[in-house]
T-cell receptor, first 113, second 116 residues
Framework: QKEVEQDPGPLSVPEGAIVSLNCTYS??????FMWYRQYSRKGPELLMYTYSSGNKEDGRFTAQVDKSSKYISLFIRDSQPSDSATYLC?????????????FGKGTKLSVIP | SAVISQKPSRDICQRGTSLTIQCQVDSQVTMMFWYRQQPGQSLTLIAT?????????ESGFVIDKFPISRPNLTFSTLTVSNMSPEDSSIYLC?????????????FGPGTRLTVT
């Protein structure tokens, strides 16, 4: 079993839809949870991060973490064509190993106008 | 946020040859990272490069295959040696940064390598 599982999609939604992206993980030692967005032919960019169970909002984006179920989600409200990208979940440990990010495979999202 | 550039942006190489990828950052950083992104696979950390010390390699990656240099706080190189088609991948460098801590990493645009 891989440490981080993420459905690669592709996921295609109409503009304005609510998008739900998910990852599951097996290692309970993960303490920090991140979502990166990667546009085609670009490097990943950090979208959101959190370290506690619950929800964190930033504009149209909401990151949700359920440590008891080892499950994280990213919700995108009122999706826009500019949201079309690959979304990577990533996790890390606390302390000295915090820079060692473990990534999911990424979910490719297309928002259709 | 840090601005990172990589050279070359892409290359097509013959098997058995080597390619050196350069990573330049617009500010001084302590930790730089090299990743590989193979088609359909997770972004995988190859090694961590700190200035003034030997790079630290992750399991499955060795210095003979992926030698790394870190001559100063704004620059690093990754060499992919004795290449085979299995080395075809996107190689990315990243740096730590931001108030979020080491897990807030800024990535370069990547180097797309094809080995024939």
């Amino acid at each position: 079993q891989k440490e981080v599982e993420q459905d690669p999609g592709p996921l295609s939604v109409p503009e304005g839809a609510i998008v739900s992206l998910n990852c599951t993980y097996s290692n309970s030692a993960f303490q920090y949870f991140m979502w990166y967005r990667q546009y085609s032919r670009k490097g990943p960019e950090l979208l959101m991060y959190t370290y506690s169970s619950g929800n964190k909002e930033d504009g149209r984006f909401t990151a949700q973490v359920d440590k008891s179920s080892k499950y994280i989600s990213l919700f995108i409200r009122d999706s826009q064509p500019s949201d079309s990208a690959t979304y990577l979940c990533a996790m890390s440990y606390s302390g000295a190993g915090s820079y060692q990010l473990t990534f999911g495979k990424g979910t490719k999202l297309s928002v259709i106008p | 946020s840090a601005v990172i550039s990589q050279k070359p942006s892409r290359d097509i190489c013959q098997r058995g040859t080597s390619l050196t990828i350069q990573c330049q950052v617009d500010s001084q950083v302590t930790m730089m990272f090299w990743y590989r992104q193979q088609p359909g696979q997770s972004l995988t950390l190859i090694a961590t490069a700190n200035q003034g010390s030997e790079a630290t390699y992750e399991s499955g990656f060795v210095i003979d295959k992926f030698p790394i240099s870190r001559p100063n706080l704004t620059f690093s190189t990754l060499t992919v040696s004795n290449m085979s088609p299995e080395d075809s991948s996107i190689y990315l460098c990243s740096v730590e940064g931001g108030l979020a801590g080491a897990y807030e990493q800024y990535f370069g645009p990547g180097t797309r390598l094809t080995v024939t």
